[in-house]
Antibody, heavy 119, light 107 residues
Framework: EVQLVEAGGGLVQPGGSLRLSCAAS????????MTWVRQAPGQGLEWVAN????????YNVDSVGGRFTISRDNAKNSVFLQMNNLRVEDTAVYYC????????????WGQGTLVTVSS | DIQMTQSPSTLSASVGDRVTITCRAS??????LVWYQQKPGKAPHLFIY???TLESGVPSRFRGSGSGAEFTLTISSLQPDDFATYYC?????????FGQGTRLETK
């Protein structure tokens, strides 16, 4: 069974940093693109970033460019989101998502981890 | 960026009603359109991909249609479990974008 378990969320002050992780199991992790999607409280879904199977390419939404970095460790079946210089508007539930290809629908989602940026 | 606009934002309906949600893209996206259902406190659930293909396990009362820049999600006869928020998403080009959501509520 596919499982995606996010961790690392919490309360952080504006300008601070957090590193989210997503532990994958139940499938061949190295065969899939991985994505982070976020959802601010009471708001809609926003695609954040994705990363190729071997980590050689990654893309992100402009609003997090230069602040967030997606990475992966295929030996540990994990994908990460390093978030620096956090802003209040980054407050959201962050979901880890498995993608069958670079451009695809998202069937498998984690349960999400809440990041709260507040002073 | 490709903007995805859903209408209406909120839809009030009753069990048994036929309802339609529209999603418009700011440019043609072929059939690179996905529909998700989300319930409070839960991750989104894939319902329809490639604009019109039902995900396994999704009831046949759901139907997706459209191509290019205009798409619809139709529920032929609303059931109690269908009251939720629905999102469209394009995966034609970066950045991947979602519609703002349509909240389907009980009338």
């Amino acid at each position: 069974e596919v499982q995606l378990v996010e961790a690392g969320g919490g309360l952080v002050q504006p300008g601070g940093s957090l590193r989210l992780s997503c532990a994958a199991s139940g499938f061949t992790f190295s065969a899939y693109w991985m994505t982070w999607v976020r959802q601010a409280p009471g708001q809609g879904l926003e695609w954040v970033a994705n990363i190729r199977q071997d980590g050689s390419a990654h893309y992100n939404v402009d609003s997090v460019g230069g602040r967030f970095t997606i990475s992966r460790d295929n030996a540990k079946n994990s994908v990460f989101l390093q978030m620096n210089n956090l802003r209040v508007e980054d407050t959201a539930v962050y979901y880890c998502v498995r993608c069958p290809s670079e451009y695809s629908s998202y069937k498998w989602w984690g349960q999400g981890t809440l990041v709260t940026v507040s002073s | 960026d490709i903007q995805m606009t859903q209408s209406p934002s909120t839809l009030s309906a009753s069990v048994g009603d036929r309802v339609t949600i529209t999603c418009r893209a700011s440019q043609s996206i072929g059939n690179s359109l996905v529909w998700y259902q989300q319930k409070p406190g839960k991750a989104p659930h894939l319902f329809i991909y490639r604009a019109s293909t039902l995900e396994s396990g999704v009831p046949s009362r759901f139907r997706g249609s459209g191509s290019g820049a205009e798409f619809t999600l139709t529920i032929s006869s609303l059931q109690p479990d269908d009251f939720a928020t629905y999102y469209c998403q394009q995966h034609y080009d970066y950045p991947i974008t979602f519609g703002q959501g349509t909240r389907l509520e009980t009338k």
